[in-house]
């Protein structure tokens, strides 16, 4: 049932991406258990507006948990406690009357901080532009149900393609990795019959992409308990046997 | 001025109209595509498949989009499907079958030659997005599943699970990707269109502002193409993502591009209620839900059990008793006014009394929870995150909301707008929805406009500028243009108000749900008119815009985009005042059948209603198009 809490919050504010940000201490007082977190942060955004104060700045659109754009550290979680659940889907719910919440931006070196919670994750659209694609020219496709792809293929291909690019992944590694985000989008493309002609093209350009922006996996697996997708890690162990097979085949092409 | 209201519609018979049409287009050749820019602002399911495909061709085209990455546009949020004519269930579908169909669930307020167009290429849509590697659902045999969906009676809708505009979007998003690799496309991520430049009467470019650093920059162009979306987040509590808006087509708007149809508003019967005063937006649940899920309130008045105590007889299935053929699968229009007419009744459900309920207890009873789970299992997952309530135990709760917009900027047969050179593709155009878009149409519409409707047109366009170089930026007209901008965002941080942008959004959205919602008459529309102008006047003179304008500045951002929406609001209800008929989503009272159904009266009314902007305080002029059936015989939709 619904009811009403206070909250303590500390913030990070920083005022632009070449300056110092601090935590600043914010009463959240009087919110209905039934708030998601962010219509929390739009309340206290709009006491803090009548204060004269600026409000945080922090990203969000759709609040539905698809379009990836939201994201925070929530006491040192990506997307906060609640598994399988982008911020937008946090609700006040999970928490308790006078507890104490940490709000940061994404923290790695890749997601440069645009101002307080808002960060840049262009590196992740690099890496698809690198490969995350099937070349067919609009036209060009055959009739759909010319290529059958076994049922079992799709569900798993799907499961990979359900990530949403939030970058909680990056987030949440110690290393500030990007192989779950990168492995799910090749492991999308690499088990259907259509991607397999760029198959070993795009793992080689897509993993080196991704390698020149982030850090490397070393199997903390943290990644999949941030995924708001709740994306297995099994698609990293499949994309570096990928790569390691592209690495030898496109030699052999090119020889 | 404008003249008569042209469509430029072929001649011919309406099966030959598109193929003709292809043939007398004239042609850039590819050489000379190299030499035109084509500006592309939004990435949505419209804007890249549009962008990604005239890259492709060799123009260069340039894509703004105020998002971090094409990838967040709101397509990615539909999850329902995607109708194509394929037949491939054997069922009796065809093009002209999805033609009549959409013609009709529109009620009779699109052009014929439009919607045939659009289910004849709805077939190439299925192809082209299964060959980007779209995990569309599928059979044990590998092919190509599907289902019937809202208002249809075969099983033409493609699907992706619940996530199907997210898996189209990811498929256009890296088409698009692929050309910006290419170096076809230039992409400019967190830049806001705030103004169309002109020139000699044409589209010549457009200005945006940097959301990051707030620089005010000129984009000079050959064309321009607005692929930006709907304006639902007029209601404030939308489906819609947040930053949804109607600024970059309302800009062209007030530039002299016509608006068309602004009260044909869709309401979509399936979305989670409201819960308190502090609601952002409102959540869809994918009316794919009305395959399976029953839809009932209780008898009476106030009933104060729980729905698991309500035995069926004290139950109402009030659509399955009113539309006996269709039941729970009629169109939106007709389920969202019904459930609105049992919540007046007072018998809404939910601790505000506020919705209905949509049971699954048969449906579970029937085919097991594990089948149900398989079809719907994320959208009950959303549901239970939002609500805190178990869909599988208790039947959801679900109440009408804003969801799709089918008025928008005008456009010919060839997707141009009256102003030369602009282009309006998806859910910013009026073209294909009529007064009432059926589902699974949205997704069909922005692909088929991106992918196969304007890459063939806009060459059409361009084959007389052969050899003219866009115009340069730094041209008086851009430079005028950039100061106008620069000046707005200038007055908006000296206002100094008391309430926020937010406040006065929310505010505008009551009364626009109130008085241009799910049913309008004559004295609520007039009351809207004086009050939307009252509470704009007010936020032009108390918003409070804090910060400064050469920061990331959400505020600010919001302010013009707020600004936007209260002038359309009078649009929408001035339009909505002058259509003395009710037509699909637009529901006037004065104008019912005894049964309370939708009367049309299509001897004053079956045209087009688009209007010309006259300066602000002024009231718009309404032109005509007048809309010709030489295919379809007009009838009274009924779905019982």
């Known amino acids: 049932m619904s009811a009403r809490i206070n909250l ?64 925070l550290m929530i006491n040192g979680r990506a997307h906060g406690p609640q598994k399988g659940t982008a911020t937008c889907q946090l609700h006040i719910r999970s928490f308790n009357d006078g507890d104490h919440i940490t709000i940061e931006p ?96 795009r793992t080689e350009a897509m993993v080196e992409t991704m390698e020149a922006f982030f850090g490397s996996c070393t199997n903390h697996g943290e990644c999949e308990e941030a995924c708001p997708k709740e994306i297995p890690i099994d698609f990293i162990a499949w994309a570096n046997r990928d790569y390691i097979k592209a690495k030898v085949k496109n030699r052999k092409l090119a020889g | 001025m404008i003249g008569s209201l042209d469509a430029r519609i072929p001649a011919g018979s309406l099966e030959n109209k598109w193929t003709d049409h292809k043939f007398s287009m004239r042609l850039v050749n590819p050489n000379n595509k190299r030499r035109f820019d084509i500006i592309v602002v939004g990435s949505g399911l419209a804007g890249a498949s549009a962008a990604a495909s005239l890259g492709e061709l060799g123009y260069r085209v340039k ?68 060959a980007q590697g779209v995990p569309f659902a599928r059979e044990y045999g590998g092919l190509l599943d599907n289902r019937s969906f809202g208002g249809a009676q075969v099983s033409r809708t493609f699907y992706a699970r619940g996530q199907t505009g997210q898996q189209l979007l990811l498929g256009a998003y890296s088409a698009l990707m692929r050309q910006v690799a290419a170096g076809t496309v230039e992409l400019h991520t967190r830049s806001e269109m705030l103004e169309l430049v002109m020139h000699d009467g044409r589209a010549v470019g457009v200005i945006t502002r940097d959301l990051i650093s707030g620089e005010v920059q000129a ?25 949804c808006n109607v600024t970059a087509a309302w800009r062209a708007h007030r530039k002299g591009a016509l608006f068309a149809n602004p009260c044909y508003t869709q309401i979509h019967p399936t979305c989670i209620p409201a819960s308190d005063d502090f609601q952002s937006k409102l959540t869809l649940m994918s009316e794919s839900l009305r395959n399976d899920g029953r839809i009932w309130v209780p008898q009476t008045h ?22 006996p053929a269709f039941g729970n699968l009629v169109p939106r229009d007709v389920a969202s006014r019904n459930a609105k007419a ?31 789970r398989a079809k719907y299992g994320n959208l009950f997952d959303m549901y239970e995150r939002i609500t805190g309530e178990n869909p ?42 009529g007064a009432n878009r059926l589902g699974a149409s949205a997704l069909m519409q922005g692909l088929a406009d991106g992918y196969f409707v304007l890459p063939y047109t806009i060459g059409n366009y361009l084959a007389d500028y052969l050899g003219e170089a866009a115009l340069n930026p730094n041209e008086p007209v851009f430079k005028d243009a950039k100061q106008q901008v620069t000046d707005e965002v200038a007055r908006w941080l ?126 718009s002029t309404r032109h005509r198009e007048e809309l010709a059936f030489e295919n379809v015989e007009l009838t009274q939709r009924s779905y019982k």
């Open chain 2, 342 to 372: 049992v919540v007046d009744e007072g018998r809404g459900v939910g601790p505000l009394c506020n919705g209905v309920y949509l049971d699954f207890s048969d449906a579970i009873g029937r085919d097991g929870a594990d089948v149900i």
């Open chain 2, 494 to 619: 000296s206002i100094g108000g008391t309430h926020s942008v937010d406040y006065y959004h929310r505010e505008l959205g009551k009364l626009v749900w109130d008085y241009i919602g799910m049913s309008r008459n004559q004295t609520g529309l007039e009351k809207a008119l004086s009050e939307i102008a009252a509470l704009g006047e007010e936020y032009h003179r108390n918003v409070r815009v804090l910060g400064s304008a050469d920061t990331l500045n959400q505020s600010l951002e919001k302010a013009g985009r707020v600004a936007d929406l209260f002038e359309l609001a009078e649009l929408m209800a001035r339009d909505a005042l002058t259509r003395e008929e009710s037509c699909g989503g637009h529901f006037r009272e004065e104008h019912q059948t005894e049964e309370g159904e939708a009367l049309r009266d299509d001897e004053q009314f079956a045209h087009v209603a688009a209007w010309e902007w006259q300066g602000a305080g002024t009231a």
């Open chain 2, 392 to 433: 599988y135990q208790v039947p959801m709760r679900i109440y009408p909301a804003t969801h799709y917009t089918m008025g928008g900027l005008w456009v010919d047969y060839e997707l141009m707008s009256n102003v030369a050179g602009l282009f309006v593709l998806g859910e910013a155009n009026f073209s294909d929805h």
């Open chain 2, 63 to 130: 894509v703004l989009t105020y998002h971090d990455s094409p990838r967040r546009a709101h397509s990615i949020a539909a999850q329902g499907g995607i109708n194509g004519a394929k037949n491939y269930q054997n069922d009796g579908d065809s093009v002209f079958r999805l033609f009549y169909d959409t013609i009709k669930g529109g009620d009779y307020r699109s052009r014929e030659a439009n919607v045939y167009r659009l289910a004849e290429v709805s077939v190439d849509i299925i192809d082209q997005a299964t």
């Open chain 1, 8 to 71: 303590t919050l500390k913030v990070w504010r920083q005022a632009g991406p070449d300056t110092e940000g601090a935590f600043v201490v914010y009463e959240a007082t009087d919110i209905s258990t039934d708030a998601s977190f962010l219509e929390m942060l739009d309340i206290v955004n709009e006491r803090l507006i009548d204060a004269g104060e600026e409000p945080i700045v922090f990203e969000s659109d759709c609040r539905e948990g698809i379009c990836g754009t939201c994201g």
């Open chain 1, 106 to 201: 994404w923290r790695a070196s890749s997601f440069p901080v645009l101002r307080d919670l808002a960060v840049d994750r262009r590196a992740l659209d690099a890496i698809i532009s690198a490969g995350g694609y099937i070349t067919v020219n609009t036209g060009s496709a055959p009739d759909a149900n010319l290529i059958p792809v076994p049922k079992e293929t799709a569900e798993t291909a799907f499961d990979a393609a359900a990530c949403i690019g939030c970058g909680a992944c990056v987030a949440a590694c110690p290393n500030s990795a990007a192989q779950l985000f990168t492995a799910a989008k090749l492991q999308h493309l690499n088990l259907l019959p259509q991607g397999q002609a760029e198959r070993w093209e």
């Open chain 2, 219 to 243: 984009h000079s162009a050959h064309a321009v193409v607005l692929a930006t979306g709907g304006y639902g987040n007029v209601y404030f509590l939308s489906t819609n993502a947040k930053m």
């Open chain 2, 302 to 323: 106030d009933d104060g059990r729980g729905p698991d105590e309500i035995p069926d007889d004290d139950r109402d299935y009030f659509l399955e008793r009113k539309y």
